[in-house]
Nanobody
Framework: QVQVVESGGGLVQPGGSLRLSCAAS????????MAWYRQAPGNQREFVAL???????NYADYVKGRFTISRDNVKNTVYLQMNTLRPEDTALYYC?????????WGQGTQVTVSS
């Protein structure tokens, strides 16, 4: 069982920045594909960004150029640097670890973008 714990959410003004962190358990973190998803009230959960075991990244169009995903395999942590935040980025952000066909989810961290 892989445990996934997100942190770093909060309230930020439009145009501001936040960095989310996600710690995943296990001695084989480097073999997990890691991703971020988000869910706004009344909406379905949607893909945000992904980083493969080899460090390749993929982003949803609505965050491309503003968000950056990275990973630190020594710290068993993946990050989501979010810049130029918009009110529409407000959501509960979930971290996902994928290994051997199984998905593991955290409880989410709230990001609110408002003046």
């Amino acid at each position: 069982q892989v445990q996934v714990v997100e942190s770093g959410g909060g309230l930020v003004q439009p145009g501001g920045s936040l960095r989310l962190s996600c710690a995943a358990s296990g001695s084989i973190f480097s073999r997990y594909t890691m991703a971020w998803y988000r869910q706004a009230p009344g909406n379905q959960r949607e893909f945000v960004a992904l980083i493969t075991t080899g460090g390749n990244t993929n982003y949803a169009d609505y965050v491309k150029g503003r968000f950056t995903i990275s990973r630190d395999n020594v710290k068993n942590t993946v990050y989501l640097q979010m810049n130029t935040l918009r009110p529409e980025d407000t959501a509960l952000y979930y971290c996902n670890a994928r290994y051997d066909g199984t998905n593991y989810w955290g409880q989410g961290t709230q990001v609110t973008v408002s003046s």
